[in-house]
């Protein structure tokens, strides 16, 4: 009689595997290994690094106020990022997204300077200000596109290139035209009262731009995910050349995909001029073409996954503040804790798709 052996039960190193190759547990891994990898950089500074994650947790959510200014730089981050989903759908990496927010910023406050004193109402110079705003980034970024497809200029190297020019347009018009007379900062004047959207009381936070920045991850998650629109542009993404020999105009499609971008980012300058700052000045991008590359990267183009993440981003850039008063840390550590989470969570996806096809490989064998 011949008996069967008992089954074993798995393998530690079945366990690790598959804690490896499941994607949320393989992200859970990579957080904390950033958080441990964070924990010995403070220590080495000689902080107390319970001390620096309660500064941080308490600037970003420990009031009302640091909750509306929380909130408020959430709105053009989350618009970036769901803009550079549309180009990273299509296999393009849009570098020249600080360079259209601005210029959605420069389009908007033109728009507003030229409209001052008309008959026309403040909420109508609203909405030609926001359209203008959209136009700019939208044109900045079709420039980028045509280099790319006409020019065989790569993006990365044409998104910079469009950056500097705009960085430049915009200290141009800042120290030049549109400079307040008798004011030597980097700073146009203020608009008018009647030309900004309406705020909650007691802060800068508008209800209007949170709004705008819902229905911008809304619009993003129904185009590329329930239209054949979206369903063509992932397979550009995927592969250009079979695309195109299945009919699909891949130029076309790339450029769409560049104007989208584009309109998210001018929208988000817009806002930054009509929702929150109500000035033009120097570096009114804020950096958040750069920051959402790495939010985009760490969703893997997912836009609903890009919510959560674009605020943990900036709960840390809000926090970390108050390191400077307290501990008189440079608020650029929450620089360094990004970027040891967009290192870990790639080093752990390129783990995870390496085990992920060995294991394919195994079971084909």
């Known amino acids: 009689m011949v008996t069967k052996p008992a089954e074993r039960p798995e393998s530690t190193g079945g366990l690790i595997r598959t804690l490896l190759t499941n994607r949320f547990s ?11 990898a964070t924990w010995i950089v403070i220590s080495v500074m000689g902080v107390e690094p319970v001390r620096v994650f ?43 997204m600080e360079g259209q927010i601005e210029m959605g910023a420069i389009f908007a406050y033109g728009a507003i300077h030229f409209l001052s004193g008309t008959p026309l109402s403040g909420p109508l110079v609203i909405i030609i200000a926001t359209f203008s705003g959209m136009l700019g980034g939208a044109l900045w970024a079709y420039l980028v596109g045509l280099l790319k497809n006409y020019g065989n200029v790569n993006e990365i190297f044409g998104g910079l290139g469009f950056n500097f020019i705009a960085d430049a347009v915009l200290l141009f018009l800042v120290y030049g035209p549109w400079k307040p007379a008798g004011v030597a900062q980097g700073s146009t004047k203020m608009i008018e009262s009647q030309y900004w959207l309406p705020q909650l009381p007691g802060s800068y936070l508008s209800l209007w731009a949170l709004g705008a920045a819902i229905v911008g991850i809304l619009i993003v998650a129904v185009v590329l995910k329930g ?3 979206g369903l063509k542009l ?12 299945m009919g699909i105009p891949t130029s076309r499609y790339m450029l769409l995909s560049f104007i989208l971008c584009g309109l998210f980012a001018g929208l988000a300058g817009s806002i930054q001029v009509t929702g929150f700052l109500h000035v ?8 958040y073409g750069y920051v959402g590359l790495m939010v985009g990267m760490l969703a893997n183009y ?16 809000k926090g970390a503040t108050g390191l400077g008063i307290d501990l008189r840390l440079d608020s650029n550590l929450s620089g360094v804790i990004q970027g040891l989470l967009v290192i870990f969570v790639l080093l752990m996806e390129g783990v995870r798709n390496r085990l992920s096809r060995g294991s394919k490989g195994i079971s084909h064998g």
Request: proline residues 3%; without cysteine.
């Open 280 to 287: 033009l000045r120097n570096s009114i991008s804020g950096s």
């Open 54 to 96: 309660s500064i941080m947790l308490n600037g970003s959510v420990g009031s009302v106020d640091a909750v509306t200014q929380l909130l408020q730089s959430w709105v053009p981050l989350v618009l970036a990022s769901s803009g550079l989903l549309f180009t990273f759908t299509a296999g393009l990496w849009n570098i020249g």
């Open 227 to 229: 239209t054949y629109f």
């Open 234 to 245: 992932k397979a550009v993404g995927k592969n250009a050349k079979a695309s195109f020999m």
């Open 302 to 317: 997912q836009p609903w996954v890009v919510v959560p993440i674009s605020l943990v981003f900036t709960a840390l850039s």
């Open 26 to 36: 393989s992200i859970v891994i990579a957080v904390l290994l950033s958080l441990a």
